[in-house]
């Protein structure tokens, strides 16, 4: 037993290649499912291919003899599912990994369909195919991204379909392969690039018809997650109406053929001239009848006697005004003579009531020197000098009392 390796004591490369062989050889036979990537038949006796892992950027190299690989209806061929039983290897001269198979299996078309219902049933836990993250696709957008072959039929249907309906389209075209062990890899690349742009309102992924097998990089985990991971909205159009591959379900809009999507994606002039046209007339009825109502309202009002002879409302109030004019004369003379009489009997009143008025009678006022009036001839003294008031003035005496009588 090797001893454990430590600063002082450090266990040489060799012996750590060793032990990474033994530990890996202890993993025994495995089955493994991937993709050929690359296909060499060097030499006689042994074939040389690299099997890549269908939903991430991982491939590891396998070795097999060749009566594996070329086993009667197998049809080894780059790009082919496979089943792989191989034992893996550490070769410790080079430090390398590899596999080393004994059987090679094809991926038959009812295993391609199994492998995909399990992807599709995986994402949908996850929720990628609800509907909430659907989002709506803009109106008219000024420009749209492409996804497609180069000179394809889909790239043709798409661009002449959507021009046709909108002229002042301008369109992103990413080319890519859209078959192919690369095709996944090389799609998600444009997708992202197109993602990326600010000028990119909505992108179209477009492919023609094909066999299951020629659509299977539609289906390709990592392409339905790139397609969920947009920030803008996504219209598939992959093959003919029947056929539905993942990115179907997890784009915000699936259209049955490129030409189908083309007309999802923009609007028809045509038909918006129309709607334009519509709502023009629309709008003008509207505001027509407004004016009309409005107008005739106007016209009622301005045919009411106030506002058409507002003269008329001035007629007779001559009249009017004169008749009241007089009565507030009459009411204000009436009033003037009441108070007149009313003050003629207080005056009346008054000089009756008068000093003056009793002295006229006769009577007199006896007063003293400071004016003061005598009621009570003991109020006076003898020799006091007083004053007499007649009505026709003062007189001015001095009391004198003879026997005690004034």
Do not use: N
């Amino acid at each position: 037993m090797t001893a454990p390796s430590s600063a002082e004591q450090p266990w040489p490369v060799r012996t750590v290649a060793r032990k990474v062989a033994e530990y890996i050889g202890r993993l025994g036979e495995v089955w493994v499912e991937g993709q050929v990537a690359q296909l060499s038949r060097r030499g006689a006796a042994t074939v040389f291919l690299t099997l890549r892992d269908t939903a991430a950027d991982l491939s590891v190299p396998v070795t097999c003899p060749r009566d594996v690989a070329d086993r009667p209806g197998l049809a080894l061929t780059e790009g082919a599912r496979v089943l792989v039983r191989a034992r893996p290897d550490y070769y410790i001269a080079r430090g390398s990994f590899s596999l080393r198979a004994t059987e090679i299996r094809a991926v038959g078309l009812g295993e391609l369909l199994a492998r995909i219902e399990r992807i599709r049933g995986l994402l949908a836990a996850e929720g990628l195919f609800d509907a909430v993250r659907k989002r709506p696709l803009p109106f008219a957008p000024a420009v749209v991204g492409l996804v497609t072959g180069k000179d394809s039929a889909a790239e043709r249907d798409v661009l002449v379909t959507a021009r046709r309906r909108w002229p002042a389209v301008r369109f992103a075209v990413q080319h890519c392969v859209v078959q192919g062990p690369s095709a996944a890899g090389e799609v998600m690349a444009a997708l992202q690039r197109l993602d990326r742009d600010p000028e990119v309102a909505v992108i179209v992924l477009a492919r023609g018809g094909g066999s299951v097998e020629d659509l299977l990089p539609f289906s390709d985990e990592g392409l339905v997650r790139a397609i969920a991971a947009c920030r803008t909205p996504v219209v598939t159009a992959v093959g003919h109406e029947t056929d539905t591959t993942l990115v179907d379900h997890v784009a915000d809009v699936r259209a049955a053929t490129p030409t189908d999507a083309a007309h999802r994606v923009v609007p028809e002039i045509g038909e918006q001239r129309r709607l334009v046209d519509g709502l023009r007339a629309r709008a003008l009825a509207l505001v027509t009848g407004r004016l009309d109502q409005q107008q005739r309202w106007l016209d009622q009002v301005r045919s009411r006697p106030a506002i058409a002879e507002p003269q008329r409302l001035l007629a007779g109030r001559d009249d009017d005004v004169a008749a009241l004019r007089l009565r507030a004369t009459r009411t204000l003379v009436h009033r003037v003579d009441l108070a007149v009489r009313d003050l003629e009997h207080a005056r009346a009143r008054v000089t009756t009531l008068s000093p003056q008025a009793t002295l006229e009678r006769g009577y007199a006022l006896v007063q003293t020197a400071d004016g003061g009036l005598v009621r009570d001839p003991d109020d006076v003294a003898d020799g006091q000098a007083l004053a007499v008031r007649v009505a026709g003035g003062r007189i001015p005496v001095r009391v004198d009392r003879q026997d005690g009588q004034p």
